[in-house]
Nanobody, 123 residues
Framework: QLQAFGGGLVQAGGFLRLSCAAS????????MGWFRQAPGREREFVAR???????AYADPVKGRFTVSRDNSKNTVYLQMISLKPEDTAVYYC???????????????????WGQGTQVTVSS
């Protein structure tokens, strides 16, 4: 089970840190992803961190978002800075047990999802 939290309302240029806590599974064995979904849009890939700590980002967030994990706390983080109004969305964390590189940006590759946390960036 995954639970994401840390969202909120911030002004453009502000920052937030999202957290996703995992329970009931061996967290360190999973590839962890962050996705987001804005109203009327499809869920889109944001970032991913492998079991070994290798990271990947969607182009719109490169240089502004940082994904990290603390296996001792069964938690994955998404640090977001220089937030823009277009970052407004519900953010989801997800767990992938396979780690296939070619599908890491696809929601269907992830078998477990958190409930989502709302991030709203005002202009």
């Amino acid at each position: 089970q995954l639970q994401a939290f840390g969202g909120g309302l911030v002004q453009a240029g502000g920052f937030l840190r999202l957290s996703c806590a995992a329970s009931g599974r061996t967290f360190s064995n999973y590839y962890m992803g962050w996705f987001r979904q804005a109203p009327g849009r499809e869920r889109e890939f944001v970032a991913r961190i492998t079991r070994g700590g290798h990271v990947a980002y969607a182009d719109p967030v490169k240089g502004r978002f940082t994904v990290s994990r603390d296996n001792s706390k069964n938690t994955v983080y998404l640090q977001m800075i220089s937030l823009k109004p277009e970052d407004t969305a519900v953010y989801y964390c997800a767990a992938d047990s396979q780690g296939i590189l070619s599908t890491m940006r696809e929601p269907n590759a992830y078998g477990a999802w958190g409930q989502g946390t709302q991030v709203t960036v005002s202009s």
